[in-house]
């Protein structure tokens, strides 16, 4: 038996130990697709952060009545349901947003992150844990997005949010999908590196 | 597996559906109506800005092109009609192009907006720029060719995105024809309608 963890170390693991992307390396195909911009990679986060806690929240209160037997169909509904929740949400109230990164948010029902954390910890811990569980790492993949966002944004076309910063025609390899994956893997490199220069730890292959 | 476990699943399966259900409709109530009211204000603030010395813009029917059903608008200023608004799609590099088109009464264009695209950054999306834009304003449907290279009299193509371009001369060189056809053919056809029987 694992001994239980506090729900400050559950919502950290989220952000730092598993951080969904830059560790786990899942749900990559939406880290590239919305992240040309900082303000889409963050409603797309935003939109991910709603559907992990609600559905974390909902399998924990249903773990007891669920069957185990079609435990998988039941996550799928739940996930299914809180997605079309933030997608219309999403569609009445932040237009210019939707128009753009739509299509992603209808697809956070296939994200590997969402689907893994109600199986693996949702479906077997009590509602608060499994809450600061859903947070940390809707938060961690969030982060995650803004941060690859920022520096796409900022190099390829030269402006955050959508205001011009850099006045120079920009790197506009970076916000094209080869340049996001380029972009990943930077970050990814970069952040391994943080992790074994500053805190010994083993970097994302050595979990 | 036993009885009692298949109750389970149909009692799990049906009470997911109808709360789930129930919570959706909810959501639905409440967001389709701003989603309505949203989407129209922005179609009429588009509108608007295309003709911004109309006094009323309506509409006036729909026509086809590759299976979407774009509407073509008259705007009327103290009750005459100024000029028509026609919305457009065209083929493009990896998206369709929606393009709004305005014309006068003698149907020359006077303004083009590019509503959405999905071309390629850098190249196909110059199109959005006002140096593409602006070649439409003053062409009538004969001169919405375009031609690789200088040219006064057509539309010059963005180098490297010649296909984006022609994909909006396509959606506005279709607007404008349709709009010739259906708002010059009505109101000749009561005209013409004695001649018709004479033949």
């Known amino acids: 038996m694992i001994k239980p963890r506090s729900n400050w170390e559950l919502f950290k693991n989220g952000i730092f130990g598993e951080n969904t992307i830059f560790r786990m390396a899942i749900s990559l195909c939406p880290s590239i697709a919305v992240t040309s911009g900082l303000k889409s990679s963050f409603y797309l986060g935003f939109a991910v952060v709603f559907v992990q806690v609600m559905v974390n929240v909902t399998v924990s209160l249903l773990r007891k009545v669920i069957h185990p037997r079609i435990r998988i169909p039941i996550f799928m509904l739940i996930i299914a349901g809180w997605v079309s929740v933030i997608d219309m949400g999403m569609a009445a109230f932040v237009r210019d947003v939707y128009a753009k990164i739509g299509l992603y948010i209808q697809i956070i029902v296939a994200f590997a992150s969402i689907f893994a954390r109600a199986e693996v910890f949702a479906g077997k811990n009590k509602m608060v844990p499994s809450f600061f569980d859903g947070l940390g790492m809707g938060i961690g993949f969030l982060i995650a997005l803004c941060i690859i966002g920022f520096f796409r944004e900022l190099i390829g076309k030269g402006s955050l949010w959508g205001f011009q910063i850099i006045g120079t025609k920009p790197i506009l390899f970076f916000i094209m999908p080869a340049g996001g994956f380029l972009a990943v893997g930077i970050l990814m490199a970069f952040f391994n590196w943080i992790d074994i220069r500053f805190f010994g730890g083993k970097g994302a292959s050595g979990v | ?199």
């Open chain 2, 1 to 199: 597996m036993t009885v009692m476990d298949m109750l389970r699943i149909m009692f799990n399966l049906s009470a997911l559906y109808i709360v789930g259900g129930l919570i959706l409709a909810g959501v639905y109530a409440k967001t389709s109506p701003i989603m309505y009211i949203k989407a129209k204000e922005e179609k009429e603030a588009a509108l608007k800005q295309m003709m911004p010395e109309a006094e009323t813009i309506e509409e006036l029917g729909h026509w086809e092109i590759y299976r979407r059903h774009p509407g073509y608008f008259v705007g009327k200023k103290e009750g005459a009609e100024m000029g028509y608004i026609v919305e457009g799609f065209g083929k493009g590099y990896s998206s369709y192009i929606n393009v709004l088109t305005a014309v006068d009464k003698d149907f020359t264009v006077q303004k083009i907006n590019i509503l959405h695209h999905a071309e390629t950054p850098g190249l196909g999306d110059e199109i959005e720029l006002d140096d593409f834009t602006d070649q439409y304003k003053g062409k009538s449907v004969e001169h919405l060719v375009v031609v690789k290279g200088f040219t006064d009299t057509d539309i010059q193509a963005i180098t490297g995105a010649t296909i984006s371009s022609r994909a909006v001369t396509e959606a506005v060189r279709e607007g404008v024809k349709t709009l010739i056809a259906k708002v010059s053919g009505e109101s000749n056809e009561e005209e013409s309608s004695e001649e018709v029987k004479h033949d």
